[in-house]
């Protein structure tokens, strides 16, 4: 059993800066890439940004100059800065991993609960 933990997110100015955490715990052998997502009421879930095993990133264009992932493979954890939040980064904010759980299984695809932030005035 895997799980990912979320922390961090809430109500903040636009401007202002937020840090969301993520852990993963249980049964993990190797993790492919850890990343959050973002699903806005009434919109479809979308990627915000994504870090592999081997640090490469990517994100959306969005939050590129806004944003910056970074991950820490020996906890299995994740991180998203982000800086100069605006209005339209409001959402609720969901951690992914992409992992195996032993050397035998195949890669799954695992979620938060998810964490909602706003942006607002």
């Known amino acids: 059993q895997v799980q990912l933990v979320e922390s961090g997110g809430g109500l903040v100015q636009p401007g202002g800066s937020l840090r969301l955490s993520c852990a993963a715990s249980?049964?993990?052998?190797?993790?492919?890439?850890m990343g959050w997502y973002r699903q806005a009421p009434g919109k479809q879930r979308e990627l915000v940004a994504v870090v592999g095993s081997g640090g490469d990133t990517n994100l959306a264009e969005s939050v590129k100059g806004r944003f910056t992932i970074s991950r820490d493979n020996a906890q299995s954890t994740v991180d998203l800065e982000m800086n100069n939040l605006k209005p339209e980064d409001t959402a609720v904010y969901f951690c992914?991993?992409?992992?195996?759980?032993?050397?035998?299984?195949?890669?799954?695809?695992?979620w938060g609960q998810g964490t909602q932030v706003t942006v607002s005035s």
């Open positions: 992914n991993a992409v992992l195996k759980s032993s050397l035998l299984s195949t890669a799954n695809n695992y």
């Open positions: 249980g049964s993990i052998f190797h993790v492919y890439t």
